[in-house]
């Protein structure tokens, strides 16, 4: 999903590219099927991708609570 920023923000002092934390996707049994991913071009957000993991693609994104952040240090 390509993302737009409408306001009149400075840019953050980051690299394009994907930022260093991810959003693993887990179902209701525990199982990883997937992840989010946000992008930065020329320092602001860009992009949140869904990658999955499974044969069939979601059709939606998935509840917060099936979300685990982890920052890259």
Do not use: C, H, R
Not at 7 to 34: H, M, Q, R
Not at 53 to 62: G, S
Request: aromatic fraction near 6%; glycine fraction near 8%.
């Amino acid at each position: 999903m390509d993302l737009k920023v409408v306001e009149p923000f400075p840019p953050a002092e980051v690299p394009n590219g994907v930022i260093p934390a991810t959003g693993a996707v887990k179902d209701s049994s525990g199982e990883l099927v997937g992840e989010l991913l946000l992008w930065v071009s020329d320092g602001s957000l860009s992009a949140l991708e869904y990658s999955w993991y499974t044969d069939e693609a979601p059709t939606a994104l998935p509840d917060t609570g099936d979300v685990t952040i982890a920052v890259e240090q």
